[in-house]
């Protein structure tokens, strides 16, 4: 018999309280309360709590707390990953984060979902469908990204957007729901050397 764990995992809908993911869910929270709790200079704790509760971690990343996840083993982040306050990743499905990505504050990435009739919703039933981001990818503050959604590398998410469908690679995409703005081009890398100054 297919447990609800499988059933979630597959994409098929589960009842999530089912034992085993209760514990499971329990047993993450516990570790992101250590993790929200330790002091502001205990960096090294923090990431080895991290470590060992998200699927793929690298050598370098930085998650400013709080942070909250329901399973944490579901998510996987690449090189040089940073996130500000208040991520919250529900990681039902499959959370696949590329190398360089940056994530303003108050961001939800949610694989989370619910059945539109209330007859099944009463029932409990849930579903998950993964999120992909491409690398350096930069998600402004407030966003939220919805169930099954992949960003494409090098493209940017303007603040408080609402990300329903795929993104395409190398672009700025806003609003709610978020839609495709411009390309991005090589005279948005020209302003950068034009108007500072880079050591």
């Known amino acids: 018999m297919i447990s609800e764990k499988e059933k979630m995992i597959s994409g098929m809908p589960y009842n999530a309280f ?3 993911l209760l514990t499971e869910r329990q047993h993450a929270k516990e570790m992101i309360f250590e993790f929200n709790s330790l002091r502001p200079n205990q960096i090294k704790k923090r990431n ?4 060992n509760l998200l ?3 690298t050598n370098k990343f930085f998650i400013e707390p709080p942070f909250r996840c329901d ?3 579901n998510i996987e982040i690449g090189e040089n990953f940073y996130s500000n306050y208040n991520l919250i990743i529900l990681d039902c499905a499959k959370v696949s984060i590329g190398d360089n990505v940056y994530i303003g504050p108050n961001v939800g990435l949610y694989t989370a979902g619910h059945p539109l009739h209330h007859e099944m919703r009463n029932q ?3 579903y998950a ?3 992909n981001i491409g690398n350096n990818v930069w998600i402004g503050g407030n966003v939220v990204i919805n169930p099954g959604v992949t960003i494409g590398m090098n493209s940017v998410i303007g603040s408080g957007s609402v990300v329903t469908k795929d993104i395409p690679y190398n672009v700025i995409a806003v609003g709610n729901p978020c839609k495709v703005l411009r390309e991005i081009t090589d005279d ?3 302003y950068y050397y034009k108007n500072y100054k880079f050591e």
Do not use: A, N
């Not at 080895?48 to 470590?51: D, G, N, R, W």
């Open 124 to 126: 409990e039933y849930e």
């Open 18 to 20: 089912s034992d085993e």
């Open 71 to 73: 399973y944490g083993y």
């Open 48 to 51: 080895k709590i991290l470590v």
């Open 55 to 57: 699927g793929k971690t």
């Open 188 to 190: 948005d890398r020209q």
């Open 129 to 131: 469908f993964p999120i």
